[in-house]
């Protein structure tokens, strides 16, 4: 394609609707190796082991809903984008999963009563560690996968970009955990591969995870979008560095 015809697909793929979490749209044009724990796995066993569930920031509620076989008997979720909220609300709620919208941050409150979980579950939303311990029963069970936020820093510095949350890495995360009272059980770190094998791909992508280029757009990028497909036409792909972290944690009987 001439440079006219790329920067009108790109538009058109910067337009495409994202809804939820489902990214089957780009699936093998851009390609996240998995660390080698499975988050599900273990969060469907310690489902198997509570009486109450709450789901930090369920996106569209697609993840969650996989694991519906292993839900206990009460389960809340939670998700604050307005979009995903109503699809959450359609998905989750015939199911007597209640629904609430609330807005994750590294401070901010929750709207439940202290003790009210046996198990808390987030999986690359924000949160508040004072308040996950608030929420725990005694006893009760913290499971967290998060991205640090040197993901896809490479991917980042092309664009001209700088992680918006460098202080969420795990360190730190154990130590408010612990300052809140919970007692790390499991704490592991994983290092892998992005590979990026098309650029519209790329685009759908950077619109959907805005948080890796604020303010993304073609028009405002589009020398960047040039170049790197340049690099793709000649290596026939991209790679950057990946990486997730696990920290399970317990409240103290």
Do not use: C
Not at 244 to 250: G, K
Request: charged share 20%.
């Amino acid at each position: 394609m001439e440079r006219l015809e790329l920067l009108e697909h790109w538009r058109q793929e910067e337009q495409r609707p994202f809804v939820g979490w489902d990214f089957s749209y780009i699936r093998g044009l851009i390609v996240s190796e998995h660390p080698p724990w499975s988050y599900a796995e273990r969060a469907a066993a310690h489902m198997e082991q509570s009486s109450s569930v709450l789901d930090m920031g369920t996106g569209g509620g697609e993840r969650f809903l996989g694991l519906r076989t292993h839900w206990p008997a009460n389960v809340t979720v939670t998700e604050e984008y307005p979009p995903n909220l109503t699809l959450v609300q359609q998905r989750l709620g015939p199911l007597a999963v209640r629904v609430v919208d609330v807005r994750l941050t590294y401070v901010d409150p929750m709207p439940f009563e202290p003790g009210e979980f046996e198990l808390v579950l987030n999986r690359h939303s924000a949160f508040n560690p004072a308040e996950v311990g608030r929420v725990l029963t005694q006893g009760g069970t913290f499971l967290t996968q998060q991205v640090p936020a040197s993901f896809a820093e490479g991917l980042m510095t092309e664009f001209g970009a700088a992680p918006q949350w460098p202080e969420s890495n795990p360190h730190n995360y154990v130590r408010w955990l612990e300052a809140a009272g919970l007692r790390i059980v499991d704490r592991r770190e994983w290092t892998g591969e992005l590979h990026v094998h098309d650029i519209g791909a790329l685009v759908y992508y950077l619109k959907a995870v805005p948080w890796i280029v604020p303010g993304f757009s073609v028009d405002s990028h589009a020398s960047t979008l040039l170049r790197l497909h340049s690099r793709l036409e000649s290596s026939g792909s991209l790679m950057f560095k990946a990486g997730s972290y696990l920290i399970e944690a317990r409240k103290p009987d």
